[in-house]
């Protein structure tokens, strides 16, 4: 499967070239940068630190879809839109790790996957998205009479949205578990006299610095008792290696919109 990488000289990307160049059945079919970038030109294994691969980085996209089978795309609402909308043109898999969409992104990329297919989600570790079937299951196991539930995740300070995609997934999770729309019961911040805390808010703390990867912690808590579901990111490859997965999971589906419960079986 022939693969093309969005935002390759980012830390994604390079993750993304290296994880491709391991994994037997794939390949990497172009490595995108946006224009101007200094490292356009370059090779993408040797900026990847896997030595050259013949594959050199270009700010060119539709020549690269011309002979690709799916694209990776960790890069901004805004392209990533765009780019789905070429994906339903050629009829490739697209899989989608950038957060951050509106509710107008969603729907765009909804309207692309009628024609490609597209893979989405907050965060492409297995890991996660395992954890957000237990915090469904959970959720619906213990009501909001009984347990509340918050929220935790930290990255690093660079991130610039917030809560984190993953936040957002687990957040979602619970909400599908407890039957309530998490739009309606999220609360984002808390300062000053906030009153008491209703029974079916789903709350979000979140923390930058340093160079956290990605800690998400849910938290159920009881009169008396209190459960951690917890994940901890130390090495981005494991985003690497969940899209890669996705994308293989993905090649001989019929156009749509997938998760990554999908690709685990586990929708």
């Known amino acids: 499967m022939r693969l093309v990488v969005l935002g390759a000289a980012g830390r994604m990307g390079r993750n993304l070239v290296r994880i491709i160049e391991e994994t037997p059945g794939v390949t990497l079919a172009g490595a995108i940068e946006r224009p101007g970038s200094p490292v ?87 890991g996660v998205n395992l954890l957000a079937v237990l915090v469904e299951k959970a959720a619906a196991a213990l009501q909001a009479q009984d347990f509340d539930i918050e929220i935790c995740e930290m990255h690093h300070r660079h991130k610039v949205d917030a809560p984190s995609g993953t936040a957002l997934l687990l957040g979602q999770a619970a909400a599908e578990g407890r039957g309530i729309a998490l739009g309606q019961h999220s609360v984002r911040t808390r300062d000053g006299h906030t009153g008491p805390r209703p029974a079916e808010a789903i709350g979000f703390a979140t923390l930058r610095g340093g160079s956290v990867i990605g800690d998400h912690s849910v938290i159920l808590a009881g009169e008396g008792e209190r459960i951690e579901l917890v994940h901890r990111a130390d090495d981005r490859s ?10 293989l999971f993905a090649k001989d589906k019929a156009p749509g919109l997938y998760s990554m419960r999908d690709v685990l079986g586990l929708a």
Request: with cysteine.
């Open 40 to 126: 356009l030109g370059r090779d993408a294994g040797d900026l990847s630190g896997i030595g050259e691969i013949g594959v050199d980085i270009t700010d060119a996209l539709e020549p690269c879809l011309a002979d690709a089978d799916g694209i990776l795309d960790f890069t901004s609402p805004a392209y990533s839109v765009r780019v789905c909308a070429a994906a339903a043109e050629h009829g490739l898999v697209h899989v989608i790790g950038t957060t951050g969409f509106s509710q107008a992104d969603d729907a765009a990329i909804a309207a692309s996957a009628a024609r490609a297919r597209v893979v989405k989600s907050g965060n492409m570790s297995l």
């Open 238 to 247: 494991i985003y690497a290696r969940g899209a890669v997965r996705a994308a």
